[in-house]
């Protein structure tokens, strides 16, 4: 998906945090889960986003802005980011998408790339949403990196 972004779900990384964080050199969360944060055990990572969402379908515009922006500056600092969701990797995905049209990119390629592995296909989402984003994350000034991707 991208050779600084990783996806991951369940408790497994959360109660191992300080083993896996030495291991694959991750030094950034970003965190879904219902209701509070997991308890990542051992020094916590040196930065961390938690986002109360359970499914995309709960997710607005801000928090797209602020998942997609998080990454997108964890990435310009040089930093290894760790998407995490306690109810499974899939329910990451939609924050990798944010991510990839604050970076510039078109909605389609973003969605084709959600829709292949490591991913789940098919990615079931809303295009008009992602389209909306788009058009919300231009009225900010960011996307304008790579507008032909």
Request: a negative charge; aromatic letters at 10%; hydrophobic letters at 40%.
């Amino acid at each position: 998906m991208h050779d600084r972004i990783f996806a991951a779900g369940g408790d497994h990384i959360p109660r191992t945090w300080h083993s896996f964080a030495g291991q694959t050199g991750i030094d950034a969360v970003l965190h879904l889960r219902p209701e509070q944060p997991a308890a990542f055990l051992g020094p916590p990572p040196e930065c961390f986003l938690w986002l109360d969402v359970e499914d995309e379908s709960q997710v607005d515009i801000q928090e797209r802005w602020m998942a997609g922006r998080f990454l997108e500056k964890m990435l310009a600092q040089g930093r290894h980011v760790l998407l995490h969701s306690s109810l499974g990797r899939h329910r990451t995905r939609w924050a990798f998408v944010a991510y990839g049209i604050c970076s510039g990119r078109l909605v389609r390629a973003v969605l084709r790339q959600a829709a292949e592995p490591p991913w789940l296909s098919p990615y079931h989402t809303d295009e008009n949403g992602w389209e909306d984003f788009a058009a919300f994350v231009r009225s900010r000034g960011a996307g304008l990196q790579n507008p032909l991707s």
